[in-house]
């Protein structure tokens, strides 16, 4: 059984055939072009797994004020009920850290309320500004601020995942114009074969 070879040692025997002269390069080509895209693959899948990652992040942001808002859900709290909400999504490889406002209307001739959920629009590039919360009660102002900055975080880290794709995307497209491209050398041929074939 063979041992793994380590990082090292690949860039060691990449480096070590680049300059051998008795390899079929060819071959060598087609390889290196394989375990290129094979490269690019794995960081676009190790990219959904990491996003799914930072929705799993999101989330414990979002239950850590969740479990705020439901121990605050007493007549005890000066200013219930809390107003505010925030919801976590990833679809389409877009992760979605968003805020709602919500309102409570009591239901015509029956006990309790009906709650009208109104989407909060994200003005900040990674950030909701403030003024998005002036309605917030005292007890809420803090909790939506400290899970807002971990949401920007995430935010930012997913701008950064996304633009490693992108980059991947573009690796892609050039990797296949310089397999093209290789494959368009014509091979070298001596002064004097090229002279002798003309003569004939």
């Not at 959920?117 to 809420?140: C, L, N």
Request: with cysteine.
């Amino acid at each position: 059984m063979s041992k793994r070879m380590t990082h090292q040692e690949i860039c060691e025997e990449w480096e070590s055939v680049s300059r051998a002269q008795n390899l079929d390069h060819r071959r060598g080509t087609e390889a290196a072009i394989r375990q290129c895209r094979q490269f690019l693959a794995a960081i676009q899948q190790q990219a959904d797994v990491e996003q799914a990652r930072y929705r799993y992040l999101a989330q414990r942001l979002c239950d850590h004020f969740w479990s705020h808002n439901v121990a605050h859900r007493t007549d005890q709290t000066p200013g219930y009920p809390g107003h505010f909400g925030c919801r976590v999504r990833l679809r389409k490889r877009k992760l979605e850290l968003s805020w709602y406002y919500n309102r409570f209307v009591p239901k015509k001739g029956s006990e309790g309320r009906s709650v009208f959920s109104e989407y909060i629009r994200k003005e900040g590039q990674y950030r909701y500004h403030k003024p998005a919360f002036t309605r917030a009660q005292d007890w809420e102002q803090p909790l939506i601020m400290e899970t807002e900055t971990g949401f920007e975080m995430l935010r930012r880290l997913n701008a950064n995942q996304a633009e490693l794709c992108r980059i991947v995307r573009k690796s892609e497209r050039l990797l296949k114009d310089l397999e093209d491209h290789l494959r368009g050398l014509k091979e070298a041929t001596s002064v004097s074969s090229s002279r002798s074939s003309e003569e004939r």
